[in-house]
């Protein structure tokens, strides 16, 4: 068998570290590819139209959170149908070389428009998915970060007895996604209840283009997650009003693949 993980790039050396600990003992071989492999994302609602000239693989078969072999402009790829915008779209795993020539012909089509960083993670953060460093952390669990729909409890998995410890004392904190009024929350400011005290965090923060408004996430006690509960958030000098609401802020319409 043969596995592929694609880490947070920021953290990539302690995941390569970490994974090579509990590799002792097994009968496994680890290999770092980060160097040997380059990656190109297509995301939006037209990724398959603007992608599938150029591929050998059918993209309209390929369903979501999996992955085809095929060739890119004649280069081989492990083309996935992931990403982490919230959109459609592709993720192609290609060598270094074949980077550059793809990019420029995929970009030269009507409709395709480069995208960095910025943009990556303001469409994430209207999708409410968590990055590594932010909603998640070695000192924030998958459990307060919401995402206890993805641990399977009834399997043997690192951590396990931790969370479970964590779950039956209680949790102190819970992530929750606020829409902001008066300013733009970034990672790191302070959340309130009203007037009072200090009792949260933001961890992202942004204007959504998409929804027009100034949104964010942030780790708050149990007892402020609930839907239409007024918060503040400490921007600068002053106190902005902040709402929590449900996660995610944006919902893209789904296809059938």
């Given at each position: 068998d043969h596995f592929m993980m694609v880490v947070n790039a920021a953290n990539?050396?302690?995941?390569w570290q970490w994974v090579n600990q509990k590799a002792e003992g097994f009968d496994v071989q680890l290999a770092d590819q980060s160097e040997s492999t380059a990656l190109l994302a297509v995301q939006g609602?037209?990724?398959?139209e603007k992608l599938q000239p150029f591929t050998t693989a059918d993209l309209g078969a390929v369903r979501f959170y999996h992955a085809v072999s095929g060739t890119v402009m004649g280069f081989p790829a492990w083309i996935s149908r992931t990403g982490y915008t919230g959109e459609d779209g592709f993720e192609l795993?290609?060598?270094?070389?074949?980077?550059?020539?793809?990019?420029?012909?995929?970009?030269?089509?009507?409709?395709?428009t480069p995208a960095g960083l910025g943009a990556r993670d303001t469409l994430r953060l209207e999708a409410g998915l968590p990055l590594y460093g932010h909603e998640l952390s070695r000192t924030i669990s998958p459990?307060?970060?919401?995402l206890e729909r993805f641990i399977k409890w009834d399997k043997s998995f690192v951590g396990r007895e931790a969370l479970i410890?964590?779950?039956d004392r209680g949790l102190t904190r819970q992530l929750v996604g606020l829409t902001v009024t008066g300013g733009i929350a970034r990672a790191g400011y302070p959340v309130y209840a009203d007037e009072a005290d200090w009792m949260g965090q933001i961890t992202s923060g942004s204007y959504a283009p998409t929804l027009k408004q100034a949104i964010a996430m942030a780790l708050v006690p149990p007892a402020w997650t609930t839907p239409g509960t007024s918060l503040k958030v400490g921007i600068r000098d002053r106190k902005a009003d902040a709402t929590v609401v449900p996660l995610p802020f944006y919902r893209r319409p789904r296809n059938k693949s």
């Open positions: 990539w050396e302690n995941d609602p037209e990724a398959v795993y290609i060598a270094p070389e074949a980077a550059l020539p793809i990019w420029e012909e995929l970009v030269n089509q009507k409709g395709v459990v307060e970060a919401g410890d964590m779950k």
